[in-house]
């Protein structure tokens, strides 16, 4: 029987559509990054009503954010993916009952999430904690994939032995491959050199590969073994302003096959993603504040952009109710296992401010208020010996303090502005631990230098916030030796000036917290030795392991109590003066406005550039000296030569 031509053209139109039509699919990408256990939108906490549409300004909420993982499902036609990019612990009070009750992996897998990778902060349960998380979380929740290509677990320590056998009980594998409309999606795990070195220092004895060198494997083995049709990265690398230092987008460069790298560690929120050369880089900023949906297409076994926006996590979402009922039996578990022992509760109400004490790049209010209270804290627990100074890095405050609508200043809002580090024993408690020690008056100097000659290099992250002394610094002057005038003393006891030569060998107590006191340590050796400090005792002698700088708690128990840095912050703002008479503690006057404790005063007076010099002034002044007479004395064998050339040529005509 033979068909008509029209019925024949039809019928190879309608196949060629088919074929069209199946040559082209669609995914969705939902995607997060370093979401630091922050449950509850903020700040302050006590604003945060999820269930109620527009009903306060704070951002985030993992309420929130779960609703708009399940809208994005309900609206698209085709699969739809929902990742994490690592650092979903330590940023709240949350995740002090992490290694007992893994509240965040067990959120992640009731709001949907496909799979997650693990970012620097991850690791600072320490690997048993970590290994006692993921096993809690796997005895109360079916897990999303975990991926992670980077650890190396050492052979010659048993530190990292639970979280070796937990990796492999899970699974955390290098990589997972999830098949959605025929698409095979291959998805892998990979830690960022910068966070593997200055962000994950409590994996020890864990170890991390190369980024590029781990990618690269992986891709082949996606590419060619798994015959996957998309490759997602989720790298815990990061992006930078300076491209050299990007290293996101150096991965992107340097390894071929990866389609979509979903971007963490940096907390850079992008409105639209970068493309270098067939690969997407995203990243939706941090702590649940939005999340990014990207919509690529696959045809020919190439992956397109199609749309991305990046969604503000507001109160213009709803919050899931079955999500924030979860949150809320969390956060009376924290009140129950945790803070009751402590007389606290997580939204115990601790003093009212006025004003929002916001972190800047200068002497802001909650960096002296934070520094204040360190201070304050260790000479209230060991007056011994006076501590007269205190200091504090930007890097270590993660969030501002903000008023809110009743300006009522609650347990789990000072906690986040501090939450990080973990204690030096194996079992301690999270938070970084105070320590304190001892400096002569010229490593002061060398200790402030930092802010005058480091910060300016390496960013935000190293603004010091100080406690205790203030300080005239000029930015013209040479590098490392640019402070001039050093002062000890406080706002409300006045201040004297500080004789910072290196004749004087009194000694000054410090204190900090245990990150701080580390990187004072290695400030010697990113400046050449020019801040070399050495941390000491008080009889002076020096001390190598910060374990035994610790403040001990309670000196009448055995061993070491840490005295944690975020219960000095609670304590020292309970102690504030109730003036209103409203029987709250009200923040004081003082940190209403910065304080003035670090002054530049730029100068260009030859004077101001070399008086009272140190080493670096000295060598450069020996530098230019030799410069001057190496010139001098060229030019004067240059004129004697010109004047035998030209006597010479008189002689001959």
Same mark, same amino acid.
């Given at each position: 029987?033979?068909?008509?031509?029209a019925?024949i053209? #039809?019928?190879? @139109?309608?196949?060629?559509?088919?074929?069209?039509?199946?040559?082209?699919?669609?995914?969705?990408?939902?995607?997060?990054?370093?979401?630091?256990?922050?449950?509850?939108?903020?700040?302050?906490?006590?604003?945060y009503?999820?269930?109620?549409?527009?009903?306060?300004?704070?951002?985030?909420? /993992?309420?929130?954010?779960?609703?708009?993982?399940?809208?994005?499902?309900?609206e698209?036609?085709?699969?739809?993916?929902?990742?994490?990019?690592?650092?979903?612990?330590?940023?709240?009070?949350?995740?002090?009952?992490?290694?007992?009750?893994?509240?965040? @992996?067990?959120?992640?897998?009731?709001?949907?999430?496909?799979?997650?990778g693990?970012?620097?902060?991850?690791?600072? +349960?320490?690997p048993?904690?970590?290994?006692?998380?993921?096993?809690?979380?796997?005895?109360?929740a079916? +897990?999303?994939?975990?991926?992670?290509?980077?650890?190396?677990?050492?052979?010659?320590?048993?530190?990292?032995?639970?979280?070796?056998?937990?990796?492999?009980?899970?699974p955390?594998?290098?990589?997972?491959?999830?098949?959605?409309?025929?698409?095979?999606?291959? #998805?892998?795990?990979?830690?960022?050199?910068?966070?593997?070195?200055?962000?994950?220092?409590?994996?020890?004895?864990?170890?991390?590969?190369?980024?590029?060198?781990?990618?690269?494997?992986?891709?082949?083995?996606?590419?060619?073994?798994?015959?996957?049709?998309?490759?997602?990265?989720?790298?815990?690398g990061?992006?930078?302003?300076?491209?050299?230092?990007?290293?996101?987008?150096?991965?992107?460069?340097?390894?071929?096959?990866?389609?979509v790298?979903?971007?963490?560690?940096?907390?850079?929120?992008?409105?639209?993603?970068?493309?270098?050369?067939?690969?997407?880089?995203?990243?939706a900023?941090?702590?649940?504040?939005?999340?990014?949906?990207l919509d690529?297409?696959?045809?020919?076994?190439?992956?397109?952009?199609?749309?991305?926006?990046?969604? $503000?996590?507001n109160?213009?979402?709803?919050?899931?109710?079955?999500?924030?009922?979860?949150? =809320?039996?969390?956060?009376?578990?924290?009140?129950?296992?945790?803070?009751?022992?402590?007389?606290?509760?997580?939204?115990?109400?601790?003093?009212?401010?006025e004003?929002? +004490?916001?972190?800047?790049?200068?002497?802001?209010?909650?960096?002296?208020?934070?520094?204040?209270?360190m201070? /304050?804290?260790v000479?209230k627990?060991?007056?011994?010996?006076?501590?007269?100074?205190?200091?504090?890095?930007?890097?270590?405050?993660?969030?501002?303090?903000?008023?809110?609508?009743?300006?009522?200043?609650?347990?789990?809002?000072?906690f986040?502005?501090?939450?990080?580090?973990?204690?030096?024993?194996?079992?301690?408690?999270?938070? !970084?631990?105070?320590?304190?020690?001892y400096?002569?008056?010229?490593?002061?100097?060398?200790?402030?230098?930092?802010?005058?000659?480091?910060? $300016?290099?390496?960013?935000? =992250?190293?603004?010091?916030? @100080?406690?205790?002394?203030?300080?005239?610094?000029?930015?013209h002057?040479?590098?490392?030796?640019?402070?001039?005038? @050093?002062?000890?003393?406080?706002?409300?006891?006045?201040?004297?000036?500080l =004789? !910072?030569?290196?004749?004087?060998?009194?000694?000054?107590?410090?204190?900090?917290?245990s990150?701080t006191?580390?990187?004072?340590?290695?400030?010697?050796?990113?400046?050449?030795?020019?801040?070399?400090?050495?941390?000491?005792?008080?009889?002076?002698?020096?001390?190598?392991?910060?374990?035994?700088?610790?403040?001990?708690?309670?000196? !009448?128990?055995?061993?070491?109590?840490?005295?944690?840095? /975020?219960?000095?912050?609670?304590? !020292?703002?309970?102690?504030?003066?109730?003036?209103?008479?409203?029987?709250?503690?009200?923040?004081p006057?003082?940190?209403?406005?910065?304080?003035?404790?670090?002054?530049?005063?730029?100068? /260009?007076?030859?004077?101001?550039?070399?008086?009272?010099?140190?080493?670096?002034?000295?060598?450069?002044?020996?530098?230019?000296?030799?410069?001057?007479?190496?010139?001098?004395?060229?030019?004067?064998?240059?004129?004697?030569?010109?004047?035998?050339?030209?006597?010479? +040529?008189?002689?001959?005509?």
């Open positions: 029987m033979k068909l008509p031509r019925a053209i #039809i019928a190879v @139109i309608v196949f060629s559509m088919n074929v069209c039509a199946a040559e082209e699919k669609f995914l969705t990408i939902v995607h997060t990054n370093d979401m630091h256990s922050s449950f509850q939108g903020f700040s302050p906490e006590l604003d009503q999820p269930l109620v549409f527009r009903a306060d300004e704070t951002m985030g909420g /993992w309420s929130r954010l779960a609703t708009i993982i399940g809208d994005t499902r309900k698209k036609k085709h699969p739809v993916l929902v990742v994490d990019s690592g650092d979903y612990t330590v940023g709240s009070l949350f995740h002090m009952l992490a290694r007992e009750e893994a509240f965040e @992996i067990r959120l992640l897998a009731a709001m949907g999430y496909d799979a997650i693990l970012g620097a902060h991850d690791f600072s +349960l320490k048993e904690g970590l290994a006692r998380s993921l096993m809690a979380a796997k005895t109360q079916e +897990l999303p994939a975990i991926v992670f290509a980077s650890a190396v677990f050492s052979k010659k320590s048993d530190a990292d032995d639970a979280l070796e056998r937990a990796f492999a009980e899970i955390v594998t290098p990589y997972t491959v999830i098949e959605r409309d025929g698409v095979r999606i291959g #998805i892998f795990g990979i830690m960022g050199k910068s966070a593997a070195v200055e962000a994950a220092t409590y994996a020890r004895p864990v170890d991390f590969r190369a980024p590029v060198e781990v990618a690269r494997e992986i891709v082949q083995r996606l590419r060619q073994e798994e015959k996957v049709d998309v490759v997602v990265c989720l790298s815990h990061g992006l930078n302003v300076n491209p050299k230092k990007s290293e996101d987008e150096i991965l992107a460069r340097k390894v071929r096959g990866i389609d790298i979903v971007s963490g560690c940096s907390h850079h929120l992008l409105e639209k993603p970068v493309i270098l050369g067939k690969t997407i880089i995203v990243q900023g941090a702590y649940g504040r939005y999340v990014g949906v690529v297409s696959l045809r020919d076994g190439k992956v397109k952009l199609e749309h991305y926006q990046v969604i $503000p996590v109160s213009s979402v709803l919050g899931d109710k079955e999500i924030q009922k979860t949150i =809320d039996d969390f956060k009376d578990k924290i009140d129950k296992l945790f803070l009751s022992g402590l007389d606290l509760s997580y939204d115990k109400v601790l003093a009212r401010t004003w929002d +004490l916001k972190i800047t790049d200068e002497g802001s209010p909650l960096g002296n208020l934070i520094a204040d209270s201070r /304050w804290y000479n627990v060991d007056p011994s010996s006076r501590a007269t100074i205190a200091l504090e890095f930007n890097g270590v405050i993660r969030d501002h303090l903000m008023a809110g609508r009743t300006g009522f200043i609650a347990v789990g809002d000072l986040r502005t501090i939450p990080l580090g973990g204690g030096m024993d194996r079992d301690a408690a999270m938070g !970084y631990p105070l320590v304190s020690f400096l002569y008056p010229y490593e002061i100097k060398r200790m402030l230098e930092i802010l005058t000659s480091i910060y $300016p290099q390496r960013g935000n =992250d190293y603004y010091m916030h @100080i406690s205790g002394v203030r300080f005239v610094y000029n930015p002057r040479v590098i490392y030796d640019r402070v001039t005038d @050093i002062e000890i003393g406080s706002e409300e006891e006045g201040y004297e000036p =004789d !910072y030569s290196e004749g004087n060998r009194t000694l000054y107590r410090v204190a900090s917290n990150r006191a580390s990187f004072l340590r290695l400030a010697g050796e990113e400046t050449y030795r020019f801040l070399d400090v050495s941390l000491k005792d008080r009889r002076g002698r020096a001390v190598r392991n910060l374990a035994y700088l610790r403040v001990d708690e309670n000196k !009448y128990n055995p061993g070491i109590q840490e005295l944690k840095q /975020w219960r000095g912050l609670i304590e !020292y703002v309970q102690s504030f003066k109730d003036t209103d008479g409203d029987g709250v503690p009200d923040m006057e003082k940190y209403r406005d910065k304080l003035d404790r670090i002054v530049a005063m730029p100068s /260009w007076n030859p004077v101001s550039l070399i008086s009272r010099p140190t080493l670096p002034t000295v060598l450069s002044l020996l530098l230019v000296a030799l410069l001057f007479f190496g010139v001098v004395s060229f030019l004067r064998r240059a004129v004697k030569k010109y004047r035998k050339r030209r006597g010479s +040529l008189q002689f001959k005509h």
